[in-house]
């Protein structure tokens, strides 16, 4: 079945330095991949996607990158501020006429001012 | 924009009763989720919808049901609560192959 899972639960970073969140996934069958930040007492808000064929994406001071060869995908993230810390999940999208969104566990990441 | 809402935010229940989560969305969107989130863990979908009048079973769905009757509403109905049912749930909605769920601020349930 599907698994979406990440490396570590906790990660601690100071101030100004980038922050790389990790994840593993186990079903190739996805069409893409997906980011969501949850701040505390809140519902989880997109980041950002990419599609399973591509290899990396950017945003406003965020980069996806997807390794298919051993499954895995990373969000970095650059000069992270206080603003950035939440939990972040990763998920993976599987579409046709059932699409469905399935979430790993999480990695809360704190910023240390 | 209200965006998706969700009623009640915070409910007790006792063990054996039953009740309905509300979920209801101006976005107009065809996909609707419902995910409970246990402490220290994922989001795990427990029904979804890909339209009114169409729903089906996500990764946990026992102990639960669901109907669509219109595409803003979403209910999900817990019947015979139990305690492994507490958990903050979450229902999300998206337009058809999005990626981007559009969530709840979730309601916090404790069944004891």
């Known amino acids: 079945g599907e698994s979406v899972g990440l490396h570590l639960p906790t990660l601690s970073v100071q101030e100004g330095d980038n922050s790389i969140i990790n994840c593993a996934y186990s079903n190739s069958a996805s069409d893409y991949f997906i980011w969501y930040k949850q701040e505390s007492g809140k519902g989880p808000q997109f980041i950002i996607d990419i599609r399973s064929n591509m290899d990396k994406r950017q945003g406003q001071r965020v980069t996806v990158l997807l390794n298919k060869t051993v499954k895995h995908l990373s969000l970095q993230i650059a000069a992270t501020q206080p603003g950035d810390s939440a939990v972040y999940f990763c998920a993976a999208y599987y579409g046709g006429s059932q699409g469905n969104l399935i979430f790993g566990k999480g990695t809360k990441l704190s910023v240390k001012p | 924009n209200a965006g998706v809402t969700q009623t009640p935010k915070f409910r007790i229940l006792k063990i054996g009763q039953s009740m309905t989560l509300q979920c209801t969305q101006d976005m107009n969107h065809n996909y609707m989720y419902w995910y409970r989130q246990d402490p220290g863990m994922g989001l795990k979908l427990i029904y979804y919808s890909v339209g009114a009048g169409i729903t089906d079973k996500g990764e946990v769905p026992n102990g639960y049901n669901v109907s669509r009757s219109t595409t803003e509403d979403f209910p999900l109905r817990l019947e015979l609560a139990a305690p492994s049912q507490t958990s903050v749930y979450f229902c999300?909605?998206?337009?058809?192959?999005?990626?981007?769920?559009?969530f709840g601020q979730g309601t916090r349930l404790t069944v004891v």
């Open positions: 999300a909605s998206s337009i058809p192959g999005g990626t981007e769920a559009f």
